[in-house]
């Protein structure tokens, strides 16, 4: 009999986390159950910091629909498995502090605690069921790249922020004949970079999953030209890199132990030098960054958003605990948390989006690749 449950958003913020929480407060209040949210993702877990959530007389959860951020904060330097403590000294030392975490739910008696967040957060999720605490994860990230579902909440938004953001360089390149890059997130994953640039219709789109040869992208441009085409639009996913060479990190930051600490960024000067060398036309280069994830959740990502947190309460009011609330084949489902975290095995390890994590990325039997190719656009291979 569940009666009292958590929310905590963890990771980095997307557009729909709070249509997820208003989702699950929703369904629990119509079942008679008390919902609560973690503040700043498991931080708030840590340090038992937590506040009740309602949509009852100018509750908190209420008119959230449209709203960016997340209304509990969320956290990407938490994982409480191998937490950073700064001692007085001024020394820093990982500890495990996840049996605070236990202790803080159990005392508390929640029934359950959803977490919303990426690889990293599913990874902690399924760590804490290992050790006993109900659990229920939702699939948040603007890469989607988790395991096992078809599509995160948030990705919706970053395409359409990133669309418009093609739309708007179409005009601008074309005025100047100038060739215009965008650098979109993503991580280690091209989804944002090749459905935005299908979105769009621009000319190349250079994705991890490809490494690219800028010859072959020059070519394409100066094709371009010979029609008549004094301007090109070039997306570029963060984490792209050419066949010879690795991928652009603009800092190694200390989030702690067992996160990934690598911040991507900065392909796209280098790919915009590079063309205008290659093709003899100007070249400007614009980093879309966090526009993709702040702001209004698409209508899409509204209804996605509000199909997870439902669903999620629902699954905790069956005992489906462990889980993933997924999308397969376009409908909602669950997965083992242990399958998303694939190869990722032993608790406490490395979380987040690292080499060992298990991140779903482009497979070039995508529609996304096909359709890409059919309309002509160069994957820079
Ligand atoms: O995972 C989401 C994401 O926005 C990535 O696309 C990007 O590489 C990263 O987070 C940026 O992280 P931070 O918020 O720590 O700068």
Redo the contacts with the bound molecule.
């Keep these: 009999m569940i009666k009292k449950v958590a929310i905590l958003a963890n990771?980095?913020d997307v557009a729909g986390f709070n249509a997820v929480i208003r989702g699950i407060v929703k369904t629990a209040e119509n079942s008679g159950v008390e919902c609560y949210g973690f503040i700043d993702g498991y931080n708030g877990l840590l340090k038992n910091d937590y506040v009740r959530l309602s949509t009852a007389e100018a509750g908190n959860a209420e008119g959230i629909l449209p709203k960016g951020g997340s209304i509990i904060g969320s956290s990407?330097n938490a994982n409480v498995f191998n937490y950073k403590v700064v001692n007085e000294d001024g020394s820093v030392e990982y500890k495990d502090l996840s049996d605070v975490c236990i202790e803080n739910v159990k005392k508390d008696e929640f029934d359950c605690v959803f977490t919303l967040g990426?690889d990293g957060t599913q990874k902690s999720a399924r760590d804490f069921s290992l050790k006993g605490i109900n659990v229920i994860g939702v699939p948040k990230?603007?890469?989607n790249d988790v395991a096992c579902t078809d599509i995160t909440f948030g990705y919706n938004t970053a395409v359409s922020v990133a669309m418009d953001a093609i739309d708007r360089l179409h005009t601008t390149g074309e005025t100047h004949h100038r060739i215009m890059v965008l650098e979109v997130?993503?991580?280690y994953a091209g989804w944002i970079a090749l459905e935005a640039a299908i979105a769009g219709g621009a000319d190349v789109a250079l994705i991890p999953e490809i490494p690219y040869d800028i010859n072959r992208v020059a070519e394409k441009i100066k094709n371009r030209q010979k029609r008549g085409k004094e301007f090109s639009v070039v997306v570029v996913a963060?984490g792209a890199k050419p066949k010879d060479g690795d991928i652009v990190v603009e800092n190694v930051r200390d989030n702690g132990k067992g996160v990934d600490n690598t911040?991507?960024g900065g392909i796209g000067p280098v790919v915009a030098k590079q063309l205008e060398a290659l093709t003899g036309l100007e070249a400007r280069n614009t980093t879309l960054g966090?526009m993709?994830?702040g702001g209004t959740p698409t209508a899409f990502d509204r209804v996605l958003s509000t199909k997870y947190g439902t669903a999620a309460m629902r699954f905790a009011l069956e005992g489906k605990f462990g889980n993933l609330v997924v999308i397969k084949n376009g409908k909602i489902d669950y997965a083992s948390l242990e399958d998303v975290v694939g190869q990722n095995k032993e608790i406490g390890a490395v979380s987040g989006?690292t080499a060992v994590s298990n991140q779903r990325k482009v497979t070039m039997d995508d529609d996304l690749v096909k359709t890409a190719r059919s309309v002509g656009i160069n994957l820079g291979d």
């Design positions: 990771g980095g990407t990426g990230t603007i890469d997130m993503g991580r963060e911040k991507l966090y993709q994830r989006n």
